[in-house]
């Protein structure tokens, strides 16, 4: 599996990407208090409910990756907690490693497998897949149907974290960006 972390290489893992921005909180709670309904008019789905994580951003062309974020201000244990493109399909979930933590106001990207790194094993289709992030308990934390973003394009929140789901630039544990017309 590859997921990679933005943090000190003492608790760094080769399979997971993690970026925390401590003004991320703050900013987010005042895009919800202020602008509670932006975006709608662009976007498909709704914000996320459990509150606690979500996902992010998903790129489903070529290398794919599951961009995930915690929206809480403490650490959660997603330890076998699940990435799945089918509720009912064998060999279409992928469980994260026992002792996974999700640090507050951070980004974790899970990648799909290449050669000898651990990852999930199936593909993401845009237009025509869901994702589905599932507790240890296989409880539906959050979900999204993947929408039809153009190569080189990715399927993302804007405004990052808290908004409806878009067509939008790449940006692999950064905030997503609306695309230009120079994106790709």
């Known amino acids: 599996m590859t997921l990679e972390r933005n943090i000190p290489p003492m608790r760094q893992s080769p399979t997971i ?18 602008c509670p309904a932006c975006g709608e008019e662009e976007s498909t789905e709704e914000s996320p409910s459990s509150g606690l994580v979500a996902l992010n951003e998903i790129s489903c062309h070529g290398r794919d990756w599951v961009e995930i974020v915690n929206i809480t201000a403490a650490a959660i244990d997603i330890g076998l907690w699940r990435i799945a493109d089918s509720l009912t399909k ?3 979930q992928f469980a994260l490693p026992s002792g996974t933590e999700i640090q507050p106001e951070e980004h974790l990207v899970i990648r799909r497998q290449k050669d000898l790194e651990e990852g999930f094993a199936f593909g993401l289709k ?3 897949e869901s994702v589905y992030l599932l507790d240890s308990e296989g409880g539906i934390v959050d979900q999204v149907e993947i929408g039809n973003a153009p190569y080189g394009g990715t399927w993302g929140r804007l405004p990052d974290v808290t908004g409806l789901w878009r067509e939008t630039y790449p940006t692999e544990n950064d905030p997503n960006e609306a695309p230009t017309s120079a994106s790709y």
Do not use: H, K, Y
């Open 17 to 34: 990407i993690r970026r925390t921005s401590w003004p991320f909180l703050f900013a987010v709670s005042l895009l919800v208090l202020a």
């Open 90 to 92: 064998d060999g279409r």
């Open 126 to 128: 845009c237009g025509e």
